[in-house]
């Protein structure tokens, strides 16, 4: 079964061809860090154009790559949740107007959750139930997967995701864009117990993450407690590096503990990770270190299929069409995704909700 993948949720146009859900054929990424480089982040107007001009040269490139023509395919899968609201629109018109000039079967990826299916792509063996963990620039959301289609929504950020705040803060260092990886390099020369940001998390007895908080800290011991958001110059003596190692060993920190305390709860022994972050270099080193200690398995993807990709989509399409799930060309977008609602505060709904 051959399914091609279309993924346009933010600022990479991506196609992909895969094989049975775990045969990756062809996986094309046309990336946007140079237009948006000027502005220190996404710039949504800017993306949704990009888009236009990258998306047909894109398929066009993954079905060349792999060897396959528009009759060699079983159907279409193309992300439409979440994301920008211009960027998804621009893959999911290519998508049905590829659908109704073939007959092709389309169906619609939530791309969140297609993170975790990279996994099965790197040939990985994952064990059900298992934790995932996506954590992006848009999402940080943990999930308990009883099947590769059977999810539920453990925890989400409460505010910043994990990757804007990598961006933020690389940007309050001056260290670039896109964040992650450049605050990723600077924290090497650094020691990242020079300063002790906070810990933060979501409300008590919850698995939610909230990285505000630690944003804020950041900003204030950078440029003083009088400190604003936006321009400005920083305190005399601010070491970066050693502000960009602690910064990220809280990130990480608040991101470990929170998932392996999911895996303990939901009594799993295998925790996956997906979405851009999952890239980090000191994420990947706490994560296996700190799942071994507790006796979890701890499944890291691919690098290259980490951030958003075709390939991803295209698999979790297959599973998708596999069990009859289609989509008219009536699919329309949903640039944000419901999620459960928060625990409320009191004594009773807090200690109810922190037991296993």
């Known amino acids: 079964m051959r399914v091609l993948g279309i993924e346009t949720s933010c600022d990479e146009t991506a196609a992909a061809v895969v094989e049975d859900g775990v045969r990756v054929l062809s996986n094309v990424v046309a990336g946007q860090e140079a237009l948006h480089a000027p502005y220190g982040g996404v710039v949504p107007e800017v993306a949704g154009r990009a888009h236009e001009a990258a998306v047909v040269p894109a398929i066009e490139r993954a079905l060349r790559d792999a060897g396959t023509g528009l009759g060699d395919l079983d159907g279409i899968a ?111 020369d650094g020691d990242p117990a020079a300063v002790r940001f906070p810990r933060t998390r979501g409300a008590p007895g919850t698995l939610d993450f909230s990285f505000s908080g630690l944003k ?80 979890v398995q701890v499944v890291l993807p691919e690098p290259r299929l980490c951030t958003d990709n075709g390939a991803m989509i295209a698999a979790l399409g297959t599973h998708l069409l596999r069990i009859g799930r289609r989509d008219g060309l009536d699919l329309d977008v949903a640039p944000r995704l419901l999620r459960r609602p928060s625990v409320k505060k009191g004594p009773a709904r807090r200690a109810a909700a922190a037991r296993p």
């Open 78 to 188: 193309v992300t439409n949740r979440p994301g920008l609201v211009g960027s998804l629109l621009v893959g999911v018109q290519a998508a049905k107007s590829l659908a109704l000039a073939t007959g092709l079967p389309l169906v619609g990826v939530n791309h969140v959750l297609a993170h975790a299916h990279a996994n099965l792509l790197g040939g990985a063996d994952l064990r059900f139930p298992l934790v995932a963990l996506v954590v992006s620039g848009g999402p940080t959301s943990l999930y308990l997967c009883r099947s590769p289609l059977e999810e539920e929504l453990l925890g989400a950020t409460v505010d910043d995701a994990a990757g804007e705040a990598f961006d933020k803060v690389a940007a309050l260092l001056d260290l670039g864009f896109p964040g992650g990886p450049a605050l990723d390099r600077a924290s090497r």
């Open 216 to 295: 804020t800290a950041v900003l204030y011991h950078v440029r003083g407690q009088d400190a604003r958001p936006g321009r400005g110059r920083n305190r005399p003596g601010v070491a970066v590096a050693d502000v960009a190692a602690s910064f990220q060993e809280a990130l990480v920190d608040s991101l470990v503990k929170v998932t392996l305390e999911a895996a303990r709860r939901a009594r799993v022994r295998q925790v996956v990770l997906g979405g851009g972050v999952a890239c980090n270099r000191r994420l990947r080193e706490r994560m296996a270190a700190d799942g071994a200690r507790a006796g």
